[in-house]
């Protein structure tokens, strides 16, 4: 089954980088939508990255020019790396994946993705 695990998670003062990593150890699907969302307190989950399986990719429009979403199909992971950190990129950061290759950006969009990790916390000040 599938299992995502997230890592990585800091605190850190604005302005610094981290960057986050997530590994599918269940590896049941190998073609699969892969996407970062996170969820800050008392607000929405919001969709960060996502990355389809050939190779195209989406941010979220705060982000976009400081953060950098990649994957390695071979270990069936994910990376964000992360810039330029503000404190309104604090929360916490889910991994997801999702086996409907052909609408990874939609239902990206839409937070439909079916397998959640448990989350890495990032805290910015």
């Known amino acids: 089954h599938v299992q995502l695990v997230e890592s990585g998670g800091d605190s850190v003062q604005a302005g610094g980088s981290l960057r986050l990593s997530c590994v599918d150890s269940?590896?049941?699907?190998?073609?699969?939508?892969m996407a970062w969302f996170r969820q800050a307190p008392g607000k929405e989950r919001e969709g960060v990255a996502a990355?389809?399986?050939?190779?195209?990719?989406a941010y979220l429009d705060s982000v976009r020019g400081r953060f950098t979403v990649s994957r390695d199909n071979a270990k069936s992971a994910l990376y964000l790396q992360m810039n330029s950190l503000k404190p309104e990129d604090t929360g916490m950061y889910y991994c997801?994946?999702?086996?409907?290759?052909?609408?990874?950006?939609?239902?990206?969009?839409?937070?439909?993705?079916?397998?959640w990790g448990q989350g890495t916390q990032v805290t910015v000040s």
């Open positions: 990355t389809s399986p050939g190779g195209g990719s």
């Open positions: 997801a994946t999702d086996p409907a290759r052909d609408a990874c950006f939609s239902r990206w969009k839409n937070k439909e993705y079916n397998y």
């Open positions: 269940g590896y049941v699907y190998k073609d699969k939508c």
